[in-house]
């Protein structure tokens, strides 16, 4: 988890196979600044360096406080990130 006087606490929560993958359905990390869901997926490397290929994955869907976000979407402190795999079937 990173650390800081001035970081702020983003909640992460992992679902599907992603979940599965990861072996972890939330994750709580602090940010300094506001990052984009790329950045931030990034800077989630960086602390998990295991995690890379699940979150590299260019058709994880993301949502920011319940709503789809797109990769350049910002997230900041307090906000609840959700990622999971794309939806398939019939």
Known sequence: MATGNDAEQVRLLF???LKERLQ???YTIAIKQPLSIEQLKAHL?????????ALNNDLLIAAVNQQIAQQQA???GGDEVAF???VTGG
Do not use: N, R, T
């Open 15 to 17: 679902f599907g196979q």
């Open 24 to 26: 972890c359905a939330s």
């Open 45 to 53: 490397v960086s602390l998990q360096p295991s995690w890379q290929a």
């Open 74 to 76: 910002i997230v900041k």
């Open 84 to 86: 999971f795999p794309p």
